[in-house]
């Protein structure tokens, strides 16, 4: 059977708390920092990354904004320059009345002068003609 003896036991623990000691400043220690390091990286990774997401949210808050003023401007452009061409049909459609108007008189002055014209022309052959047909009828010329 095993035997514990002092002189084995004493030895092996020495010799198993130098080993934890070596280990220690060895393995242990270093693969702790590691950890810490990592986990500082971790951490500031995260940071970052909340840090940009703050960011891109505030970016496309501003972007929404810009985006609903320029539609804003774009529409009071519209309708200004949709009033402005009704204001110049409305200009050019009085003009046209009013030259159409002109026109109209125009014609209707030259239309009356004809017209005059005519009754005078058709009134000086009426009476030639109504002599023509009297002397035809009373078979002598009539003055």
Do not use: W
């Amino acid at each position: 059977m095993i035997e514990l003896n002092l002189h084995v036991i004493v030895p092996a623990v020495i010799l198993i708390l130098i080993l934890m000691a070596i280990l220690n400043s060895l393995l242990y220690r270093p693969i702790l920092k590691v950890l810490d390091d990592r986990k500082g990286i971790i951490e500031g990774a995260a940071g970052d990354a909340a840090g940009a997401v703050r960011n891109m949210e505030k970016l496309n808050e501003e972007y929404a904004r810009a985006l609903q003023e320029a539609k804003r401007d774009a529409k009071v452009a519209f309708n200004e320059a949709y009033d402005a061409a009704l204001a110049g049909e409305k200009e050019i459609l009085s003009a046209a009345q009013k030259e159409v108007g002109k026109i109209i008189d125009r014609g209707m002055g030259e239309l009356e002068k004809s017209v005059d014209a005519a009754k005078i022309e058709l009134e000086k052959s009426v009476k030639t003609l109504s002599l023509e047909i009297s002397s035809k009828i009373l078979g002598r010329t009539l003055s």
